[in-house]
């Protein structure tokens, strides 16, 4: 199987999911990180440095990929998708309890 089609959830989810929805989520200003680390950053940079964290994981996971055994990879990515669904889904919950 190839990367990309490897990466189809983790892409959906954790990139594009939970990317658009902290980004919307933040910008209203009825919202706020709870991620101390990811608070300090968005103050220091702004909301578009998530992008390029997202861009430094998705390295990091092409690395697993290329070096670790299969069953290490997809504990890897169905571990990134499933935090990108946690995380999409808090951000969408916020828009309608908040």
Same mark, same amino acid.
């Given at each position: 199987m190839s990367f990309l089609k490897d990466m189809k959830a983790? *892409?959906?989810? +954790?990139v594009l999911g939970d990317t658009?929805?902290?980004i919307?989520? *933040?910008?209203?200003g009825?919202? +706020?990180e709870f991620n101390p680390v990811l608070s300090?950053?968005?103050?220091?940079?702004?909301?578009t440095s998530l992008i390029l964290l997202k861009i430094a994981i *998705?390295?990091?996971m092409y690395h697993v990929y290329k070096n670790a055994d #299969?069953? +290490?990879?997809?504990?890897? #990515?169905y571990s990134v998708a499933f935090i990108g669904l946690l995380t999409t889904l808090s951000n969408t919950l916020a828009f309608f309890h908040g």
């Open positions: 983790v *892409l959906l989810l +954790y658009f929805t902290t919307y989520a *933040l910008k209203t009825h919202f +706020y300090n950053i968005f103050h220091t940079y702004g909301f *998705l390295l990091v #299969r069953y +290490y990879w997809n504990i890897t #990515r």
